[in-house]
């Protein structure tokens, strides 16, 4: 069994299933503080009393404790008690791709070109979910266009870690190594701010601020969603569930995984446009905020550079995620490539060796929370203060949060509760479309649309 870094302290044993000690919801506050220091002086953004019962994702790791705390921030950021939230409920949403299901079918999740393989000197870990990612796969290690998984296992059995991760980069696959945690670098990441929030100056907006105490705080608020996979439409499609009226706008020539959309999808538009053509800009010029999730090089490239985007824009809300951060602009990267390289999957490992996850993609998840709680506070500073606003993270600043947080010698046993209640169902184009309920208790989320079936407009 790995041993947890020097540095690293062990969570103490939980003495009730409410306690507020070290093992049950500290953890959690200690980022709500954080997140609180960064946003800046926020009335309720206060912390709460106490903590609700711990949260069901079984990890050495604080993956619970992590997924409370954003929880947590969006409920504060909306005026909500997060003494109110579920832990099953949360629980549910970060793994909510396990309970999906489209006319009772679930969703094949994963490709088998996306996962861990065995190298001469060690593992690495691959994602090929997207065809283009697979095709890149095969072509670096020489294979056909329909080499199967069997024939990537055998090609990379014979390279060594750096020969194998160097030869799917340079043909456009997505590889990295499964290293061990570096607790220097984590230390170095955790002094960089959770949210990095900038603000530039311009007049106050016209708009009336978003009230913190209706039931949609984000009512008449537009928001252009810029992003792929699952951070950045798990955060807009929070801010869709608060009202928030969101166009997410896709590439015409790189389709969304259909599982993949639906399950993030909810109650927001999905609309095809090229990112270079004047329509773009035109919806930009009306938009209250808008979240990028894609390469900080590809948004270069694409005219659409976050400080660019505040310079055209004034008093636009700009939130970026990416996957490295912006230290490294041209990666490309997923919340499962993020644990294996900065050293989850050998943290959680089974046997010490055989690289393991965690139980959701919390990385994933939990950067979507905080950058929508950020949102919604930024949107009020907005509106009462004047000024254009930037924050941006990343998931490999998400992962340093979390390998610095108390953990645990053995993962908790799985929790046997009942879903059922925790799941939402909706018909989506005569289809019966079955995903989790809103975390965010008190709400409920609306139909996703099809992707890409409206017309890029407000």
Same mark, same amino acid.
């Given at each position: ?14 003495t009730? &299933?409410g ?11 200690t ?22 019962l ?11 404790? +992590? ?20 832990? %099953? ?37 691959? %994602?090929?979910?997207?065809?283009? /990612? ?7 290690? *020489? ?19 750096? #020969? ?10 997505? !590889?990295?190594?499964?290293? !061990? ?19 530039f100056?311009?007049? &106050?907006?016209a ?11 984000l ?5 252009l ?17 608060l009202? @928030? ?7 015409? =020539?790189?389709? #969304?995984?259909?599982? =993949? %959309?639906?399950?993030?999808?909810h ?10 053509t004047?329509?773009? /800009? ?6 209250d905020?808008?979240?990028l999730?894609y ?23 700009v ?8 230290? =490294?602009?041209?990666?490309?990267g ?5 644990? @294996? ?12 060796s055989?690289?393991?996850?965690l139980?959701?993609?919390?990385l994933? *998840? ?11 506070v +930024? ?10 606003? *930037? ?7 998400? !992962?340093?949060?979390l ?8 993962? =908790? ?6 879903v059922?209640?925790?799941? !939402?169902r ?22 996703? /649309?099809?992707?890409?079936?409206? /017309?890029?407009?407000?």
């Amino acid at each position: 069994m790995p041993t947890p870094a020097d540095d690293r302290p062990i969570a103490a044993p939980r003495t009730s &299933p409410g306690s507020t000690g070290a093992g049950a919801g500290r953890p959690a506050w200690t980022v709500l503080d954080r997140v609180r220091s960064e946003l800046g002086s926020v009335p309720h953004l206060d912390a709460p009393d106490a903590a609700p019962l711990p949260v069901p994702l079984p990890s050495r790791l604080a993956t619970g404790e +992590l997924a409370l705390a954003s929880v947590s921030v969006v409920m504060l950021a909306a005026g909500r008690s997060p003494a109110t939230i579920d832990p %099953h409920r949360v629980a549910v949403a970060y793994r909510s791709d396990r309970f999906l299901t489209l006319d009772g079918a679930a969703p094949s999740v994963w490709s088998p070109f996306s996962g861990f393989w065995r190298t001469t000197d060690g593992w690495i870990r691959t %994602h090929g979910n997207y065809p283009h /990612h697979a095709d890149g796969l095969r072509a670096g290690l *020489h294979l056909t266009d329909d080499a199967d998984a069997d024939e990537v296992r055998s090609a990379l059995a014979e390279r060594t870690r750096a #020969e194998a991760v160097s030869a799917i980069t340079s043909a456009c696959g997505l !590889a990295v190594p499964v290293l !061990a945690e570096d607790p220097a670098r984590d230390r170095a990441l955790r002094a960089l701010p959770l949210l990095d929030v900038r603000g530039f100056d311009s007049a &106050p907006s016209a708009t009336p601020p978003p009230s913190i105490t209706t039931a949609l705080p984000l009512r008449g608020v537009r928001v252009l969603d810029l992003t792929r996979v699952i951070a950045g439409p798990v955060c807009t499609r929070i801010l869709a569930l608060l009202g @928030a009226d969101v166009l997410r706008i896709d590439p015409p =020539q790189l389709a #969304e995984p259909e599982w =993949q %959309h639906l399950d993030t999808g909810h109650g927001k538009r999905s609309a095809l446009l090229d990112a270079r053509t004047a329509r773009m /800009h035109e919806l930009l010029s009306q938009a209250d905020a808008v979240v990028l999730g894609y390469r900080p090089s590809a948004l270069r490239r694409l005219g659409l550079d976050s400080d660019e985007l505040a310079e055209r824009y004034p008093r636009l809300v700009v939130a970026q995620l990416s996957a490295w951060g912006v230290e =490294q602009p041209e990666r490309a990267g997923f919340d499962s490539l993020v644990q @294996a390289e900065s050293g989850i999957a050998l943290v959680e490992s089974v046997d010490g060796s055989t690289p393991g996850a965690l139980p959701a993609q919390a990385l994933d *998840h939990s950067a979507g929370y905080l950058l929508a709680a950020a949102v919604i506070v +930024l949107l009020d500073r907005r509106a009462r203060d004047g000024g254009t606003w *930037h924050v941006r993270t990343s998931l490999r600043r998400i !992962a340093a949060e979390l390998l610095g947080m108390p953990r645990r010698r053995e993962p =908790q046993p799985e929790s046997d509760f009942d879903v059922e209640p925790h799941l !939402a169902r909706f018909v989506v184009d005569g289809r019966t479309l079955v995903t989790s309920r809103p975390a965010l208790t008190g709400l409920e989320f609306a139909a996703p /649309h099809r992707w890409g079936v409206d /017309h890029p407009a407000w």
